[in-house]
Nanobody, 123 residues
Framework: VQLQACGGGLVQAGGSLSLSCSVS????????MGWFRQAPGKEREFVSA??????NTYYSDSVMGRFTISRAKNTVYLQMNSLKPEDTAVYYC???????????????????WGQGTQVTVSS
């Protein structure tokens, strides 16, 4: 299973970016999906997650109300609005072979990872 994330870039504070992550597995509609990010010198942190059927979404406190996760077929999206300099990081998508594990905010809950895409927010 391969995950391909794209959509990162450089944006000014207050701007928007949209990330997407395509999953190669034709059964990916059964996967719970998540987004994580990692800034230089920091641990990888949870950003958002969505269940396999898209009915439930979860967000970290730091992005709640600004980011929106969604999915369609074998692709998961992360719409990021009102971006802040502290959102600067490499963003990773991840897939779980289950509906979505109860430990969805932990990197260890996911089976597959994308390569990461850089998001840089200038002040």
């Amino acid at each position: 299973v391969q995950l391909q994330a794209c959509g990162g870039g450089l944006v000014q504070a207050g701007g928007s970016l949209s990330l997407s992550c395509s999953v190669s597995d034709r059964t990916s509609s059964n996967y719970g999906m998540g987004w994580f990010r990692q800034a230089p010198g920091k641990e990888r942190e949870f950003v958002s997650a969505i269940t396999s059927n898209g009915d439930n979404t979860y967000y970290s406190d730091s992005v709640m109300g600004r980011f929106t996760i969604s999915r369609a077929k074998n692709t998961v999206y992360l719409q990021m609005n009102s971006l802040k300099p502290e959102d600067t990081a490499v963003y990773y998508c991840a897939a779980s072979r289950t509906y979505l594990p109860s430990t969805y905010s932990r990197p260890g809950a996911y089976n597959y990872w994308g390569q990461g895409t850089q998001v840089t927010v200038s002040s």
